[in-house]
């Protein structure tokens, strides 16, 4: 029965998580107009399926117990009613704020819960040293750097187009060009004989002034479809980065579980986390997109680089932070940059984090004490 209870538990962690979290690394195509609504989803569904699935290959090294050890003692973790308490605390405090559409991080719903499942079943068992380095240095720390990336990668590209003009219709073509050699054939009749020789040329124009030359063009492209073809890639690459760190996290609450195959638990968290985001993506997708600042692709791409880049470095350089976080740092900070930001929304968010955390351990004590309830 208990063992039951886990496997439902964790499902509804991971289809809470994959509602609020899988459109997050895609929301600046979305809001920047890139892209519709239903075509930025699939793509996010895709890449987070390819990273859940990535996972297959590295499950070995990836799935851990979970990621909150250390904060609570190891015979309470490695008890299944508490790891019960523990997907079923976060999974509510996620799926509450995805109903709310506010983007929180699960990772801090799952530190909130086993902080939350410990003080029901042994108080004097919080290790506050780690709560401190897992939940209040990520919380400070992840935005504000990403504010800060994200200010200053925008503010970098937008010199660079504006030294170099570059505009949204600008082509380079690489164009093969024919140039006349006349040659004298007779001197006295001064009869000539003219033959072309075919030059390469590089030219940097107007997409409109490149295409009245189409006959002569042999490579060229339009620097608009470029940068939105690294848009697209950046976006990817976010979910992506983010399923493959959290389908093992939230796959290593089944650890427990008896004669269950650890590829068998990663294809059932990374088809609901899809299932998740299919179907109950829309509120998070309006506050991230359209709620927190209005966005041009250009300042999308500044800010899908930001995160790209923290989501996939940051660990390497031991710095703790969140993905949500640092998406949404980093269009607050082209929000600032651009004085765009909506004040309201992100005080909203920032109080939804603080709280993320209390309300987590609320549920998940309250589960505790309900799943240990004498019959």
Same mark, same amino acid.
């Given at each position: 029965?208990?063992?039951?209870?886990?496997?439902?538990?964790?499902?509804?962690?991971?289809?809470?998580?994959?509602?609020?979290?899988?459109?997050?690394?895609?929301?600046?195509?979305?809001?920047?107009?890139?892209?519709?609504? &239903?075509?930025?989803?699939?793509?996010?569904?895709?890449?987070?399926? =390819?990273? #859940?699935?990535?996972?297959?290959?590295?499950?070995?090294?990836?799935?851990?117990?979970?990621?909150?050890?250390?904060?609570?003692?190891?015979?309470?973790?490695?008890?299944?009613?508490?790891?019960?308490?523990?997907?079923?605390?976060?999974?509510?405090?996620?799926?509450?704020?995805?109903?709310?559409? !506010?983007?929180?991080?699960?990772?801090?719903?799952?530190?909130?819960?086993?902080?939350?499942?410990?003080?029901?079943?042994?108080?004097?068992?919080?290790?506050?040293?780690?709560?401190?380095?897992?939940?209040?240095?990520?919380?400070?720390?992840?935005?504000?750097?990403?504010?800060?990336?994200?200010?200053?990668? @925008?503010?970098?590209?937008?010199?660079? &187009?504006?030294? %170099?003009?570059?505009?949204?219709?600008?082509?380079?073509?690489?164009?093969?060009?024919? $140039?006349?050699?006349?040659?004298?054939?007779?001197?006295?009749?001064?009869?000539?004989?003219?033959?072309?020789?075919?030059?390469?040329?590089?030219?940097?124009?107007?997409?409109?002034?490149?295409?009245?030359?189409?006959?002569?063009?042999?490579?060229?492209?339009?620097?608009?479809?470029?940068?939105?073809?690294?848009? %697209?890639?950046?976006?990817?690459?976010?979910? !992506?980065?983010?399923?493959?760190?959290?389908?093992?996290?939230?796959?290593?609450?089944?650890?427990?579980?008896?004669?269950? =195959?650890?590829?068998?638990?990663?294809?059932?968290?990374?088809?609901?986390?899809?299932?998740?985001?299919?179907?109950?993506?829309?509120?998070?997708?309006? $506050?991230? #997109?359209?709620?927190?600042? #209005?966005?041009?692709?250009?300042?999308?791409?500044?800010?899908?680089?930001?995160?790209?880049?923290?989501?996939? %470095?940051?660990?390497?350089?031991?710095?703790?932070? #969140?993905?949500?976080?640092?998406?949404?740092?980093?269009?607050?900070?082209?929000?600032?940059?651009?004085?765009?930001?909506?004040?309201?929304?992100?005080?909203?968010?920032?109080?939804?984090?603080?709280?993320?955390?209390?309300? =987590?351990?609320?549920?998940?004590?309250?589960? @505790?004490?309900?799943?240990?309830?004498?019959?």
């Amino acid at each position: 029965m208990m063992i039951t209870l886990l496997f439902i538990a964790v499902c509804f962690l991971a289809y809470a998580n994959g509602a609020n979290d899988n459109f997050k690394g895609v929301a600046s195509l979305y809001g920047s107009g890139a892209t519709s609504y &239903r075509s930025a989803l699939t793509w996010a569904t895709v890449c987070t399926l =390819a990273g #859940s699935l990535c996972a297959l290959l590295l499950a070995n090294a990836l799935l851990v117990k979970f990621s909150g050890k250390g904060v609570a003692p190891d015979a309470l973790i490695q008890s299944i009613p508490f790891m019960t308490a523990v997907a079923t605390g976060a999974g509510l405090t996620v799926i509450i704020a995805t109903r709310f559409g !506010f983007p929180i991080s699960t990772t801090h719903a799952l530190l909130g819960a086993i902080v939350g499942s410990t003080l029901a079943a042994a108080p004097e068992g919080i290790n506050l040293a780690a709560l401190q380095k897992n939940f209040i240095l990520p919380l400070l720390l992840s935005p504000l750097i990403s504010v800060l990336l994200s200010i200053a990668l @925008y503010s970098t590209l937008k010199q660079i &187009r504006q030294a %170099f003009n570059i505009g949204k219709d600008l082509c380079v073509c690489t164009e093969n060009t024919l $140039t006349s050699k006349t040659n004298f054939v007779d001197a006295q009749s001064a009869s000539t004989a003219v033959a072309q020789q075919a030059d390469w040329e590089i030219s940097v124009d107007n997409a409109i002034d490149c295409q009245k030359r189409q006959a002569a063009v042999i490579l060229g492209f339009n620097v608009e479809r470029v940068l939105n073809g690294l848009h %697209f890639f950046s976006a990817g690459t976010v979910c !992506f980065a983010r399923s493959l760190n959290d389908t093992p996290k939230i796959a290593g609450l089944l650890w427990l579980a008896p004669n269950v =195959a650890v590829q068998s638990v990663i294809i059932l968290i990374a088809t609901v986390m899809a299932l998740g985001g299919m179907l109950n993506a829309r509120r998070i997708a309006e $506050t991230m #997109s359209h709620k927190i600042t #209005s966005i041009s692709p250009g300042q999308g791409l500044a800010a899908n680089l930001t995160t790209a880049f923290l989501v996939i %470095f940051a660990s390497k350089l031991g710095m703790p932070v #969140s993905t949500t976080h640092v998406s949404v740092g980093a269009l607050f900070g082209i929000g600032i940059r651009n004085r765009t930001v909506n004040s309201q929304m992100m005080v909203s968010i920032l109080i939804a984090w603080v709280s993320t955390l209390p309300c =987590a351990a609320v549920c998940a004590a309250g589960m @505790y004490m309900l799943v240990n309830a004498p019959v």
